[in-house]
């Protein structure tokens, strides 16, 4: 029988006073399968994920490109396992999608009614990104985490006045802020729905909002002390990636955008999410959908901008699907014929279980679609480069090894944690491009001979800094995205720092 209408079956013959005992068990299932399934995980660690652990070594209040908050949750991770395994390294984000889909089931059973908080919590730890998400651990993690629980804390301020819901509101904030500079998008969303709701015991119109907002500020002001200290290096990275240079729209870039969307949300949900944006323009809609439409619309419309001005990632609009999920699922549960919701859960119920055995066989040919595509390619090969790059410190005393470009730093970084040489990157001017120019540059602290892997063969720039360069050839690399790369020896360094 399909998962959607299991799940329906079995809610048909339950009372309200289950609910809540029947989301705890479903929600404790899904845990159990994404754990056992990361466990037997067998895709190497992205670059990103690598970059991750590598800033989770020493723990600060900023990194070239990111708030801390997730080294320090990588950092907890791995000290609770004794281990730098992949597992560990991810064990955060199962069990933090899994608190998330908590605080949407209490923000929808606040909102609505308990139904609604069970089909909406379900919804989330199903929605085809959380599956795959799940799988990886990224700062979009503790960034949905922190918005969900900011979210029922502002639900809760509106509703019943206390202090206690000001300060958990302005926690969540600021913890989100320490995650992904997104979070701020959060406050914007308020005072747009103070706008559109024109009374009186809107949050942003009593002061228990703006000491939440206070207390984030606080919490953030280590990091921009960082940043002051560290030349504002997020804050540069940050502009780079929007990157803004004059009106040339990217038609091609928004289509891909919305479309993916439809992936990121599930076809249905983001076609009924979709359906009622327009329908708002002509029905009175409840005060309840004014504010999930405030907290998901305009961060969905900034990035669909963002998208047409530059470029725009499937997962820079995943805080909008906190608000438009309990939406949703209120529409589903209550407005329109059961079918939808039963086709819809069918739907990730599949990529659910087809994520979940699919990551048990990401090594290099064990998933291979027709046509020959591997869906995991781009997390192989750095334990092949690591092999390689390892037997030719074997060969030779050498004091340490040099990576020329951000993936490879933190490929290298992670892969050759074990072994005695030091790892550091080539920084090819005064401006740092990443955290390990920044950090560990060579120039600063690694003594000849090193050895330099780099995916060019081109060595001008090395000739210009070593006297004695010895190409040591290409090496093949069996899988994954990086086919091959150069070593060589570099002896005579002119001009140490």
């Given at each position: ?59 600060e ?15 907890a ?27 949407v ?16 919590g ?23 985490f ?5 979210l ?39 005072l ?8 009186e ?25 960082w ?5 504002f ?22 289509a ?12 249905i ?37 963002q998208?047409v001005m530059?470029k ?25 014929p059961?079918?939808?919701l ?27 679609l ?6 995991f ?8 480069i ?22 490879l ?27 390990f120019?920044?950090?560990?540059p060579?120039?600063k602290?690694?003594r ?6 780099t995916?060019?063969?081109?060595v ?28 060589f ?9």
């Amino acid at each position: 029988m399909p998962y959607g209408q299991v799940l329906l079956r079995d809610m048909n013959s339950e009372t309200s006073t289950d609910y809540t005992r029947f989301f705890a068990l479903v929600i404790a299932v899904i845990l159990l399968i994404r754990l056992v399934s990361l466990w037997f995980n067998n895709s190497e660690l992205f670059f990103d994920e690598a970059q991750y652990w590598f800033w989770a070594q020493e723990l600060e209040f900023g990194y070239f490109s990111k708030p801390p908050l997730l080294a320090w949750i990588i950092a907890a991770t791995t000290s609770l396992c004794g281990s730098d395994s992949a597992f560990c390294v991810r064990l955060a984000a199962p069990l933090f999608h899994v608190g998330t889909a908590v605080f949407v089931f209490l923000s929808a059973k606040t909102l609505f009614d308990i139904r609604t908080g069970f089909w909406a919590g379900v919804f989330y730890a199903t929605l085809p990104a959380v599956s795959l998400s799940s799988t990886i651990i990224s700062t979009d993690v503790p960034l949905l985490f922190c918005w969900s629980v900011a979210l029922y804390a502002y639900i809760r301020l509106q509703e019943d006045y206390q202090l206690k819901w000001a300060l958990l509101l302005g926690l969540a904030i600021g913890l989100g802020l320490n995650a992904k500079y997104a979070m701020a998008y959060f406050v914007g969303c308020a005072l747009i729905h103070a706008l559109v709701e024109q009374q009186e015991y809107s949050p942003p119109r009593k002061s228990g909002f703006w000491i939440a907002v206070a207390i984030a500020v606080a919490m953030l002001v280590p990091n921009i002390l960082w940043n002051v200290n560290h030349d504002f290096v997020t804050a540069s990275h940050t502009g780079d990636n929007i990157g803004w240079a004059g009106f040339d729209p990217n038609w091609t870039g928004l289509a891909e955008f919305f479309g993916s969307q439809f992936g990121v949300f599930g076809p249905i949900l983001f076609g009924i999410f979709i359906a009622t944006i327009l329908r708002m323009f002509r029905d009175n809609i409840s005060s309840g959908h004014r504010l999930l439409l405030s907290f998901s619309l305009p961060v969905l419309l900034l990035i669909l901008l963002q998208a047409v001005m530059s470029k725009a990632y499937a997962n820079w609009a995943a805080t909008t699907y906190i608000a438009a999920t309990i939406l949703v699922a209120e529409i589903m549960v209550n407005r329109i014929p059961r079918a939808w919701l039963k086709a819809s859960m069918n739907i990730h119920g599949v990529v659910f279980v087809a994520i979940a055995v699919a990551v048990c066989f990401a090594g290099p040919g064990q998933l291979v679609l027709p046509g020959g595509a591997e869906p995991f390619k781009r997390t192989q090969g750095a334990s092949l480069i690591a092999d390689a790059v390892g037997q030719e410190l074997k060969a030779y005393d050498y004091s340490g090894v040099i990576t020329t470009d951000r993936k490879l730093s933190a490929l290298m970084q992670y892969n050759l944690r074990d072994r005695k040489e030091s790892i550091r990157a080539w920084r090819y001017s005064e401006v740092p491009r990443d955290h390990f120019e920044l950090k560990v540059p060579f120039q600063k602290s690694l003594r000849d001979p090193a050895l330099v892997v780099t995916r060019s063969d081109n060595v001008d720039y090395m000739e210009d800094d070593f006297s004695k360069v010895t190409p040591l050839g290409e090496r093949k690399i069996a899988a994954g995205e990086i086919g091959k790369v150069y070593l060589f020896r570099l002896e005579g360094h002119r001009k140490f720092q």
